[in-house]
C-alpha cells in the first residue's frame, strides 16, 4: 500500500505558474501508475494527467494540454505537476492518485486509481 501527500499548491495570478508535489511513502513509487486529477466545487473529478511507472509514457486531459508536465523521479518516489498559464478555469482541489500496473500503462479514469492524496488548492485569480 502507498501514502500519498500533496504540496505545491497555492493562489497564483491568470497567467503564473504553480508545481504540484505528490510525496509517496509505504512502497517505493516506481511500482504504481500515477496521476493527477483535479475537482471544482460542483463538478465532477477531472483527468488532469498521468504517467506511467517508468516515466516514459504519459497522457494529459484536453483543457491542459500544452500548458501542463507531468513528471517523476522515482529515485525520490515523487511526482511533479508543472502548471503554466493558468486560468481562472484550473481553480481546483488537485489530487494525486495511484494504481498498480503495467510497467508502460496511464490510466486516465479515475475510477482506475485506488490510492488518493488528501488534495491541495489551487485557487487562480483572473
Known amino acids: 500500500q502507498v501514502q500519498l501527500v500533496e504540496s505545491g499548491g497555492g493562489l497564483v495570478q491568470a497567467g503564473g505558474s504553480l508545481r504540484l508535489s505528490c510525496a509517496a511513502s509505504?512502497?517505493?513509487?516506481?511500482?504504481?501508475?500515477m496521476g493527477w486529477f483535479r475537482q471544482a466545487p460542483g463538478k465532477e473529478r477531472e483527468f488532469v494527467a498521468g504517467i506511467s511507472r517508468g516515466g516514459g509514457k504519459t497522457s494529459y486531459g484536453d483543457s491542459v494540454k500544452g500548458r501542463f508536465t507531468i513528471s517523476r523521479d522515482n529515485a525520490r518516489n515523487a511526482m511533479y505537476l508543472q502548471m503554466n498559464s493558468l486560468i481562472a478555469e484550473d481553480t481546483a482541489v488537485y489530487y494525486c492518485s495511484a494504481v498498480e500496473g503495467g510497467f508502460s500503462r496511464v490510466y486516465t479514469r479515475a475510477v482506475s486509481y485506488a490510492y488518493w492524496g488528501q488534495g491541495t488548492q489551487v485557487t487562480v485569480s483572473s
Open positions: 509505504g512502497r517505493t513509487s516506481s511500482n504504481y501508475i
